[in-house]
């Protein structure tokens, strides 16, 4: 019954999280199942386009029954590969860098951070949680033969794309860019940037037109 | 020449910060005009839609000319109150709520960072750049008078809802939450949250599926 999701667009594939988080919630307030018209209220998407978006994937609801809580959960769980686990380094130990190392969360999910690597030598030597910090120096030779899947940038935006450079070449399969610069990759690399001055910058133009 | 906003949709809203962030990347290039199609292709958005996008805020391109590059940049700058100033706190002075508050550029577009608040008695006295880390028992009297405008929640999961409540008591009229919870807010307080999970997940996605 599952469809080929090769040809799913971006657009449904990025909304994928947020099912995620709300039937999350849902399964700890112990709801077991919810029509597509509630989880419309909740999330903000109309029924038509959460029944189109979950269709992509083959059907998961039941006519007059609506989606099983848990089951959604999982499935879309496995649809975004979070049933997986992922060798993750991050590059800058800086307090970014040591936020997301921190937050145990990514752990849970299968995103296993193996080491922070920093230039600052204050910062080796470092133990963040469990995971070290090392020599940036040491990049090369810590991640041979070690299958990283994730490099995670976390310095600032003059060092980015050298760091990039150098995890492409490891190679790593995906990186998370945190720097503020728009750094450029191979095709063959996942990339994602998060940019968090978008949600600040909206969060201004809602109080200016508010007023 | 200029449109009423209000009804703009937030789909379009969210495009703008994505519209600014490549306009600023030209203009480092010294590009001076663009057509829809160019931008198009560097934005990933067809040019029918950026077409559509800009003309929710009137008509800034011209026919065969294309848009200013400056000019359209400094419209959103506009469209999105980047010109107006905005009092800002952060609750929670860890690596999270330092890395923001070391952020010099949310400085730069008006979001002036004047304390960060804190529990852990071991942070209260540092100083972010020229911030101050305040005890959080001084926030009520710290803030009075000040108008305050923006809350950001860098504190754990546990203490989000009630950080949120004082907040929303100050009163503040915008909280950017970083802490994966979902918090409750009256209608009137402008929310946003940053899920950094939602684009880890898109990591997962893709390499799921490339391979």
Redesign the interface.
């Known amino acids: 019954m599952k469809k080929e ?2 040809d799913v667009s971006m657009a449904v ?2 909304r ?3 099912y ?2 709300l039937l999350k ?1 849902l399964m700890e307030k112990d709801v077991t199942r919810i029509s597509s018209k509630e989880l419309s209220t909740m999330i903000g998407f109309t029924a038509s386009q959460i029944r189109q978006d979950l269709n992509c994937f083959g059907g998961f609801g039941q006519q007059g029954y609506g989606y099983d809580v848990g089951e959604l959960y999982n499935e879309i769980s496995r ?4 049933t ?1 686990h ?1 060798n993750t380094i991050i590059i800058g130990a ?3 860098g ?3 190392a ?2 145990s ?2 752990e849970k ?3 296993h951070i193996m080491a922070l690597f920093e230039k600052n030598p204050r910062l080796v030597g470092l133990q963040i949680r469990d995971i070290p910090v090392l020599d940036v120096d040491e990049l090369g030779s810590y991640c041979e033969g070690k299958n990283i ?2 490099g995670v940038i976390c310095t600032n935006k003059e060092s980015a794309q050298d760091v990039a450079d150098v995890l492409v070449n490891l190679p790593v ?2 990186i ?1 860019n945190f720097a ?1 610069a ?1 750094i450029i990759v191979p095709d063959s690399i ?1 990339l ?19 007023e």
Do not use: M
């Open positions: 999701v090769k594939i990025r994928l999280p947020k995620h988080r919630e649809i975004l590969g979070l997986s992922y800086g307090n970014l040591q936020a997301i921190n937050y969360n990514f999910k299968g995103f899947e994730i399969k995906a998370w503020p728009d996942v994602e940037n998060v940019h968090l001055s978008d949600s600040l910058y909206i969060i201004s133009y809602l109080l200016k037109n508010q």
